[in-house]
């Protein structure tokens, strides 16, 4: 099992800027990937942006330029910092951790764009 934990989240003006850590514990040893997703009123869940255990990163065209993931290997934690925010951009975050075919999910963490 892989537990994920989503911190972050928050209120913030258009143009401001946050960054999202997700946390993994258990058993991550032979973790795929790990990812950030957000889902917004109404919408489907959509991928944000993706990050492989060999460093390989990829993006929604919606945020490509302004936002980045990056992981800590000795933390066990993936990041996503988000900048030049949008009203678009306010959605919960959600972590998920792939292995083995599985994907482990956390509670989610919500984002606020306000103008």
């Known amino acids: 099992q892989v537990q994920v934990v989503e911190s972050g989240g928050g209120l913030v003006q258009a143009g401001g800027s946050l960054r999202l850590s997700c946390a993994a514990s258990g058993s991550i040893l032979s973790i795929n990937a790990m990812g950030w997703y957000r889902q917004a009123p109404g919408n489907q869940r959509e991928l944000v942006a993706g990050?492989?255990?060999?460093?390989?990163?990829n993006y929604a065209d919606s945020v490509k330029g302004r936002f980045a993931i990056s992981r800590d290997n000795a933390k066990n934690t993936v990041y996503l910092q988000m900048n030049s925010l949008k009203l678009e951009d306010t959605a919960v975050y959600y972590c998920a951790a792939s292995k083995h075919g599985r994907d482990y999910w956390g509670q989610g963490t919500q984002v606020t764009v306000s103008s």
């Open positions: 990050i492989t255990s060999g460093g390989s990163t």
